[in-house]
């Protein structure tokens, strides 16, 4: 796990330890409560990665901390605390919960049917008023001190990932240029094949971080004063999601062509694992000053047509990986000016 993941996750500890207690004690000497465990569950319900989630979560806890108290209190009051009785409470808390719009908190009606029901719970008017502000002020304290106690913001986190998925094809990309230019045989290229498919399962997760921290952007007061630079590294992301698309099928052209152990050109040889090579230091190293792969690229092809070398065996393979590697470098020189 990385430093900042377990630093975000040591805070949220912190904050539900914080939120926790300070509900509770305000139940038990403000308050004088007789149920003081409300507050501060509904407390450590309400706190969430998120100040957005945080305060969907509270809303949904307290409606549904709600339902599960006039639930209990119904069946408690007018059938009694029993075994049918309080399977019955449980019933229809499960099925509450699959009310649309609860279903991320709705399982808290059927759990405050349980805490209730479990200590003799038939209270009247006043002490449902009561049990209502003691869920209340669970919420508010949650809400409130992840509002205010450094409300979480996973933009770093979501830079890490990407700049980590940025390097690795990267990586790759230097990976097939080193081997083409060298003793390219099969092997190689299931090895290259096999980095790709490992770059695009990492892909989702990627996208996931990057949802994360968007979401975390949400009602956060701390973009007031830091800014959020995230948008950028969408943008980033959407471009290497795509390069690796265009990346997977230049692997399968190398991997299929080194299986019918394709005859290369010399000079195509040459010149293209060049390309592939700048094209790898300008992912890896967007500040390095570099011809443009698509110079190089267009210039390669133009003089294997000039000199007929593009043969009507080998033109079909040779343009397949020119144009892979031209639409890879365009989408490379994107995520090179975003990450600038």
Known sequence: MRKTD??????????????????WWICVNLLDSQMPFLAPWVAFLALQPTVSSSITSGIQTVVASTIGVLLSSAIGV????????????????????RVPGLRKEGATIATTAIFLL???????????LDRMIEISIGVAIGVGVNLIVVPPLRDRQAA???????????????????????????????????????????????????????????RNPRLLF?????????????????AVAHLRYLTRTLEDAATSQTHWDNNFHTRWSAVLETVATRISNPEKDVEPAIDQLDRLAREMLNHDQLG?????????????????????????????
């Open 6 to 23: 377990l630093t975000m996750d040591f805070l949220l500890i912190f904050k539900t330890v914080i939120a926790a207690t300070a509900a």
């Open 78 to 97: 007018y059938l009694g605390v029993a075994v049918w009785s309080y399977a019955l409470a449980l019933l229809l808390g499960m099925l509450g919960s």
């Open 118 to 128: 479990s200590t003799g719970f038939t209270e009247d008017v006043p002490a449902l």
């Open 160 to 218: 890490e990932t990407v700049e980590a998925l940025r390097k690795r094809v990267g990586e790759v990309l230097g990976q097939i240029s080193e081997g083409f230019n060298n003793t390219w045989d099969e092997e190689q290229a299931r090895e290259c094949s096999d980095a790709v498919r490992d770059i695009r399962q990492n892909l989702d997760q990627s996208w996931s971080e990057v949802r994360f921290a968007r979401n975390s952007r949400r």
């Open 226 to 242: 830091l800014g959020s630079s995230s948008e950028k590294y969408e943008q980033v992301l959407s471009s290497l999601d795509e």
């Open 312 to 340: 009507e065996e080998n033109w079909p393979l040779y343009g397949a990986l020119i144009s892979s590697t031209r639409n890879i470098s365009e989408l490379i020189d994107q995520v090179s000016i975003a990450t600038k």
